[in-house]
């Protein structure tokens, strides 16, 4: 024992290490508690406001939306043409994401999607929404995804599973959409490999399903058709011989013949291009993984593989259209075709639209005619409200009024609007008039710095009696079904 140094029982030593170790084990225990129960720290936007400790709180479910946005009934699903959606005929597929707003999805839940016998759900998250099951298609090709899609995705699961939030829309999570348009083509055929036709929808696609019915009634499901509303998209060929293509916007629908889903998933054939990728798996979105990661947007892609097999497009615009219902101009150009579909449009007029429809065939109307472009102006009801306040309805086909008086008042605009041969409709705002030569329902629009006073305020009218006048000069007693073409673009 060394000089001056104290000395310990070998018992007494033993009782202080046991007490020294019994202490680190309840410190490290409480700190992993700590860490377990710490609310994971995303870069997207929150829902709720997170606890500093502890397991985060279930968030408060969201209202339900104002009643005059609230259908009042569910749709009367004995009138919806099911039959035409069997597994041999119609196979529609709803694409959603684990972020989506929840009034789109409402629209749908209590909607007249519920009346898809056969309806299929996908989505980046599975989840239940009311009567339905989304499907994540993503989950058996995460390796597809790029270092930070595949970070985005398995978070979001993990914020939605385990943490028992609801998700806000995000840029990031967008990103995640294109990866399913491939793997949802896909999914659809596995799914039900004997339909004649394949439907594929987005949460905001307004489809007018009775129109849809009738529409491909006049195609051959045997023929490889590829049908929606053309976009310009990626040139096949060489940088120095680019031929040029076309895809289907996704957004107001596509929809693919039984024989253009055997065309894009079968087996590469000799000499056919090829994806940029050296995977063997027969998989589109395995082939074409590098191509989708460097787009933007998966309909693109999906475009681009249908031209390179033999997949012919139809560009059914404006029956496909992409913009909404409540924006469309509504004139000669298009006054007698059938309308088919619509996209970005207010989430509940799909239910107003489809009882309209209802009604409409009811009151004793031709039950074989399409509702045309023409129809949507008596679904607009403006009789009943020729003036909004807070509304531009000018935003196509406006011009400027003959006389620098017609800006002095509302009134003024108004009378401007009857006395103009073409004008239709307009709309008044700080002190200036404008007319329209075509028939819409504009959008809501916010007053000036909280200014109410008529001249900060945005007021659109319409002039029934000259609208009543088109109607009765431009009668459709021929429905206008046009031909397929990609130079009616937008």
Not at 38 to 54: A, C, L, V, Y
Not at 145 to 157: A, G, I, N, P, V
């Amino acid at each position: 024992m060394a000089p001056g140094r104290l000395a310990f029982p070998k018992s007494l030593r033993l009782i202080c290490q046991v007490l020294i170790l019994g202490a680190l084990i309840v410190v490290i225990s409480q700190w992993a508690y700590v860490l377990h129960t710490r609310s994971p720290e995303f870069d997207w936007e929150k829902t709720i406001p997170q606890p500093q400790n502890g397991r985060p709180r279930r968030p408060p479910r969201p209202d339900p939306p104002p009643k005059d946005n609230e259908p009042e009934s569910p749709p009367d699903c004995d009138k919806f043409p099911a039959s035409a959606f069997a597994q041999d005929g119609i196979q529609v597929t709803l694409k959603i994401g684990g972020a989506e707003s929840q009034d789109r999805l409402r629209s749908h839940i209590h909607g007249v999607t519920v009346c898809i016998p056969n309806l299929l759900v996908v989505s980046d998250m599975g989840q239940m929404l009311g009567p339905f099951h989304s499907h994540d298609v993503l989950a058996d090709v995460i390796h597809v995804l790029s270092k930070e899609d595949f970070r985005t995705y398995q978070r979001q699961r993990e914020y939605h599973y385990y943490w028992d939030n609801e998700l806000a829309p995000t840029q990031a999570g967008w990103k995640l959409d294109r990866y399913k348009f491939l793997s949802m083509v896909e999914y659809a055929y596995a799914q039900n490999p004997n339909a004649k036709w394949y439907v594929f929808m987005e949460t905001d696609t307004l489809i007018l399903w009775d129109n849809l019915v009738q529409l491909l009634d006049r195609y051959k499901w045997v023929d490889p058709l590829y049908m929606g509303s053309p976009t310009p998209g990626r040139p096949l060929g060489t940088r120095w011989a680019p031929i040029p293509t076309f895809f289907v916007y996704g957004g107001s629908g596509i929809v693919l013949s039984t024989a253009a889903m055997e065309n894009l998933l079968r087996e590469d054939r000799p000499g056919s291009a090829e994806g940029g990728s050296e995977q063997e798996s027969q998989l589109l979105i395995t082939k074409y993984q590098d191509m989708v990661r460097e787009d933007c947007c998966g309909d693109s892609v999906l475009g681009w593989v249908a031209a390179q097999r033999d997949v012919q497009i139809a560009g059914l615009w404006p029956m496909f259209n992409p913009g909404p219902l409540h924006n469309t101009p509504l004139g000669r150009a298009y006054w007698c075709q059938p309308a088919v579909s619509f996209h970005k449009s207010d989430p509940f007029n799909s239910v107003e639209l489809w009882k309209w429809a209802q009604k409409r065939l009811e009151s004793g109307d031709d039950l074989q005619r399409p509702i045309l472009y023409s129809d949507v102006v008596d679904f607009f009801d403006f009789a009943n409200t020729p003036v909004r306040e807070d509304w531009n309805n000018a935003d196509h086909d406006a011009f400027d009024p003959p006389k620098a008086e017609d800006n002095d008042s509302f009134e003024s605009c108004k009378a401007a609007c009857h006395e103009h041969s073409e004008c239709l409709q307009f709309t008044y705002h700080q002190k200036k008039c404008r007319l329209v030569r075509t028939i819409s329902l504009g959008h809501f629009a916010e007053p000036d710095v909280d200014d109410h006073s008529q001249d900060r305020r945005w007021l659109a009218g319409w002039d029934v009696e000259s609208i009543q006048e088109f109607k009765k000069a431009h009668d459709c007693e021929k429905v206008d079904w046009p031909e397929p073409s990609t130079e009616r673009i937008f």
